[in-house]
């Protein structure tokens, strides 16, 4: 955000945690009437998404979702531009998400039935998305023709598949689960032999960082399949889009 704010001629403001009052005992909503004093647009990366919908509930200039632990809505922004781009459309592309039913797979699923991607989401049994995130999927997936599938065999989620995508399997915050979680992704690994179960022309997308030999092989992500670099730069240009769209005429 930072980039995409210097290149579109204006100027971006890093505040931690500790560089606000929060760290002192501030509410959240005081600190977001006092920052919408200060600024045109606030973006946040906040661990709880309630904080961050206080966040939006008083502030009085828009709040962009950098990332919380249940969402991460311009990480999907970004994936989609980057599918577009690869496969030409949108409409009747098959993604496919193998690994853990988080924050980015759950905004993906939502951007994914938004816009008529089908998805097919492979997690072991336990690490599948929330049930109101898959029911709000499929109430969108009926609006656009997409298809959703929540399944728990990664061969039969990347079967035919134009996008296979992963994410690490033990997310930051998480590394006392680290062993168990380990133990629970075996088989789930998006290597060589799992991308032939894909399209031929199939393209492999992750969010970064990744963890080689873990959830993706190195001759996947340093691969011919590999779009990852693409993607990761479709993040500046995706917020520079969203800043545009946020600011224009303020």
Not at 164 to 172: G, I, P, R, W
Request: glycine share 8%.
């Amino acid at each position: 955000f930072e980039v995409a704010m210097t290149q579109l001629g204006g100027h971006s403001l890093y505040l931690g945690w500790n560089d606000l009052q929060l760290g002192r005992g501030e509410t959240i909503a005081d600190t977001a009437r006092t920052l919408s004093r200060y600024v045109d647009a606030v973006a946040a990366r906040l661990f709880r998404h309630q904080e961050i919908e206080e966040l939006a509930r008083y502030s009085s200039v828009p709040v962009i979702n950098a990332l919380t632990d249940l969402h991460h809505p311009c990480q999907t922004l970004a994936d989609l531009l980057t599918i577009r781009e690869h496969r030409g459309r949108l409409r009747g592309v098959k993604v496919a998400w193998v690994g853990d039913g988080n924050n980015v797979c759950n905004s993906l699923l939502l951007g994914c039935t938004l816009v008529g991607s089908d998805i097919a989401i492979a997690c072991p049994r336990g690490y599948e998305p929330p049930e109101d995130i898959v029911s709000t999927a499929r109430s969108n997936a009926r609006t656009s023709g997409s298809e959703v599938s929540i399944l728990n065999d990664p061969v039969e989620a990347v079967r035919g598949a134009d996008v296979v995508y992963t994410d690490v399997f033990v997310s930051m915050g998480m590394e006392a689960e680290r062993e168990r979680r380990m133990q629970d992704f075996r088989g789930f690994q998006v290597d060589a032999r799992l991308m032939e179960a894909a399209r031929e022309d199939a393209i492999f997308m992750h969010c970064l960082p990744a963890k080689r030999g873990e959830e993706v092989s190195p001759e996947v992500i340093d691969g011919r399949w590999s779009v990852v670099w693409d993607q990761a730069e479709n993040r500046l240009h995706a917020q520079k889009a969203l800043l545009l769209k946020l600011l224009r005429g303020r």
